[in-house]
């Protein structure tokens, strides 16, 4: 009770990696663990402003759909493959 003194342990801080297009080497700020980032396309504001343009020249039967099947043309969200928290997200605009 008396013997050993408590020692409390540093803060981790985590500080965002900056996030793009591929995977990334990064902390989660969740578990803490070093991970590799999984990513997900998901559809950002550039992939509905062309879906509107290509609908406002007449390239409505079916072309309007094509920004949301290309993945360069989608916001990305950065996953922790470990506990599946959403790390970072790389907006195209």
Do not use: E
């Not at 509107?52 to 360069?72: A, K, T």
């Amino acid at each position: 009770m008396y013997g050993q003194p408590v020692v409390a342990s540093p803060p981790v801080i985590v500080v965002p990696a900056p996030c793009g297009d591929t995977p990334v080497r990064t902390t989660c700020p969740a578990c803490h663990q070093q991970i590799v980032t999984s990513t997900r396309p998901t559809p950002g504001l550039l992939t509905w402003l062309l879906f509107g343009g290509f609908i406002l020249f007449g390239c409505w039967l079916g072309c309007c759909l094509i920004p949301f099947c290309v993945d360069s043309l989608q916001d990305v969200n950065h996953f922790c493959p470990n506990c599946n928290h959403l790390v970072g997200r790389h907006k195209r605009l």
